[in-house]
């Protein structure tokens, strides 16, 4: 009988393998990164989840692109449920990346809002960045420069990165499914 495949290393292996090629410790790898040593052992551990933003600071300390922790996508077409799961780091949401991490002409995440969840807020501002989003299911808000375009299932809205924008999803019993386009990339 074959041995069967190793499981795939997880991002926290994958931090700590690649943090200790660099000769880094965890409090240096921390301290370089403005974070703190109690969360990067959680993520290494499997205990935590990285923000897009804090992946992005720890993968610049390491000098390595910034999706090169993720897990990969599988082989051929992808659905949502097999995508790496990422965060943002805000309102709740679940962001599921369905482009390679390496892939740099542009990021497609799937998102799933629960109902009620809010970002007041999202950021940083990244003008050199353009954004574009397609509701699925559900009702999506989406405050730009403070007016509300209320997107409903089938609606889409495409906007610059240089725009102060915030979104909510405002039924209280039903998810909002979307697809949300960025380039360049965040990863």
Not at 78 to 93: H, L, N, R, T
Not at 134 to 156: D, I, P
Request: charged residues 20%; proline residues 11%.
């Amino acid at each position: 009988m074959p041995a069967a495949d190793p499981p795939a290393a997880t991002l926290g292996e994958r931090l700590r393998q690649v943090r200790g090629e660099r000769g880094l410790s965890v409090t240096a790898l921390a301290a370089q990164a403005g974070l703190s040593k109690g969360f990067v052992s959680q993520l290494e551990r499997g205990l935590s989840h990285a923000s897009v933003a804090s992946l992005r600071r720890i993968c610049d300390v390491l000098d390595i692109p910034a999706g090169a922790l993720l897990d990969p996508l599988p082989a051929g077409p992808v659905a949502p449920d097999d995508a790496p799961e990422i965060s943002f780091g805000a309102g709740g949401a679940v962001d599921r990346l369905l482009t390679p991490p390496d892939f740099a002409a542009f990021q497609v995440l799937h998102a799933t809002v629960p109902p009620g969840a809010r970002n007041p807020g999202a950021g940083p501002l990244r003008p050199e960045q353009s954004h574009f989003v397609l509701v699925l299911r559900g009702t999506l808000v989406l405050v730009l420069e403070g007016v509300e375009h209320t997107l409903s299932a089938g609606r889409s809205l495409a906007f610059g990165g240089d725009r102060h924008y915030a979104w909510h999803n405002p039924s209280a019993d039903t998810p909002c499914e979307n697809v949300w386009v960025l380039s360049p990339p965040d990863l």
